[in-house]
């Protein structure tokens, strides 16, 4: 069964150092998105991207953050400099057709800023 | 603030009993309802959509919607040991919102 996959799936760096986060979203899927969830807490919604343009993104997703899509299967979230509160499990997820439909999360990328 | 209220545990039920969790949410227009099992250090894992009001069976799964009162559920028969986890509802309005989670507990 198609699955999303992330790298790294544990990412250590300094604060101040820019980080780029992958994803390979399941191939047919035409709608993606980033989450964190800081330990302990709820998962929350960063971005959605949608046709090489973001469609949708919350107020964590300031200027420090950037999304991308570098070629056919990547898609890649960029964070700037990195601050200490930036740790945190990221999730990738997909969807086939629209937010209706459900989104599969891969398996997360680790972060740890120190 | 668009919210999603979940009880978050533990809830604890013996093997093979049914497992009920709720979720409240608070914007009228949400149209697209999710649940999700999460274990510990893991990624969420989608078990349930819902759309429409009414009951949605899955195997052990049940999911409920209201969409009048504002509420999903999901059942779980026959709960196993290998269901204990925290369960996640997630309500999609223009971005999908999480709850915090209900962590169950399944004792052998």
Not at chain 1, 25 to 46: A, C, D, M, T
Not at chain 2, 57 to 74: I, M
Request: charged letters at 20%.
């Amino acid at each position: 069964e198609p699955e999303v996959t992330q790298t790294p799936s544990h990412q250590v760096t300094q604060m101040g150092q820019e980080v780029i986060l992958r994803c390979v979203p399941i191939s047919n899927h035409l709608y993606f998105y980033w989450y964190r969830q800081i330990l302990g807490q709820k998962v929350e919604f960063l971005v959605s991207f949608y046709n090489n343009e973001i469609s949708e993104k919350s107020e964590i997703f300031d200027d420090q953050f950037s999304v991308e899509r570098p070629d056919g299967s990547n898609f890649t979230l960029k964070i700037r400099s990195t601050k200490l509160e930036d740790s945190a499990m990221y999730f990738c997820a997909s969807t086939e057709v629209g937010d209706r439909y459900e989104q599969y999360f891969g398996p997360g990328t680790r972060l740890t800023v120190t | 603030q668009k919210e999603v209220e979940q009880n978050s545990g533990p809830l604890s039920v013996p093997e093979g009993a049914i497992a009920s969790l709720n979720c409240t949410y608070s914007d009228r227009v949400s149209q697209s309802f999710f649940w999700y099992r999460q274990y510990s250090g893991k990624s969420p894992e989608l078990i349930m959509s819902i759309y429409s009001n009414g009951d949605k069976e899955d195997g052990r799964f049940t999911a409920q919607l209201n969409k009048a009162s504002q509420y999903v559920s999901l059942l779980i028969r026959d709960s196993q040991p290998s269901d204990s986890a925290t369960y996640l509802c997630a309500v999609m309005t223009d971005k999908l919102i999480f709850g915090t989670g209900t962590r169950l507990q399944v004792f052998p």
